[in-house]
Antibody
Framework: QVQLVQSGAEVKKPGASVKVSCKAS????????ISWVRQAPGQGLEWMGW????????NYAQKLQGRVTMTTDTSTSTAYMELRSLRSDDTAVYYC?????????????????WGQGTLVTVSS | QSALTQPASVSGSPGQSITISCTGT?????????VSWYQQHPGKAPKLMIY???KRPSGVSNRFSGSKSGNTASLTISGLQAEDEADYYC??????????FGTGTKVTVL
């Protein structure tokens, strides 16, 4: 079955960086993209960006531009999301989700399935 | 972009139908048929329930249906069941290669 398994919880200090992994199985990794979505404690969902596992093209939410980098390793069917210069308001559960969009601008607009989530806590 | 507006809570009795609204603008919901809906149980990852306004993924009950009129999309749950109690989020393409989620709605089965 299609599955996305994320790395474990992280605790980071303000100003540090975090890199979350998302290992895909059960489908052809390069036929899809991966989107990342985060959810602050008790809050709603926030779209962070997308990467094509087909060609590595990326598209980031404007508010995260310059702090976020999404990459993939097609040899291991794994996607990564690195967030730098962490602040307390980056504390959230970070989700990866399979995205049917593989080419920039050909947005299909849905995410399925989702990984189990990775809690990133930013605290001094 | 601002989050799409959803009611904070909706409730209904078992067997009833409820509808959750998702109000955006002419720049997002009103301009694209790329509205999706997600169900999230406490402590769990979201699950896709509806995509492209009204399409249902395989495995999702036909009690769930979606529609759109103008700048407002809607999710209807018919024959409400206890297992439907969860948070629900809409999501829309917002142009300029961005996506925006709704504020979320807590569904309570009375």
């Amino acid at each position: 079955q299609v599955q996305l398994v994320q790395s474990g919880a992280e605790v980071k200090k303000p100003g540090a960086s975090v890199k979350v992994s998302c290992k895909a199985s059960g489908y052809t990794f390069t036929s899809y993209g991966i989107s990342w979505v985060r959810q602050a404690p008790g809050q709603g969902l926030e779209w962070m960006g997308w990467i094509s596992a087909y060609n590595g093209n990326t598209n980031y939410a404007q508010k995260l531009q310059g702090r976020v980098t999404m990459t993939t390793d097609t040899s291991t069917s794994t996607a990564y999301m690195e967030l730098r210069s962490l602040r307390s308001d980056d504390t959230a559960v970070y989700y990866c989700a399979r995205d049917p969009t593989v080419r920039f601008l050909e947005w299909l607009g849905w995410f399925d399935p989702w990984g189990q989530g990775t809690l990133v806590t930013v605290s001094s | 972009q601002s989050a799409l507006t959803q009611p904070a809570s909706v409730s209904g009795s078992p067997g009833q139908s409820i509808t959750i609204s998702c109000t955006g603008t002419s720049s997002d919901v009103g301009s694209y048929n790329l509205v999706s809906w997600y169900q999230q149980h406490p402590g769990k990852a979201p699950k896709l329930m509806i995509y492209e306004v009204s399409k249902r993924p395989s495995g999702v009950s036909n009690r769930f249906s979606g529609s759109k009129s103008g700048n407002t999309a809607s999710l209807t749950i018919s024959g409400l069941q206890a297992e439907d109690e969860a948070d629900y989020y809409c999501c829309s393409y917002a142009g300029s290669s961005t996506f925006v989620f709704g504020t979320g709605t807590k569904v309570t089965v009375l």
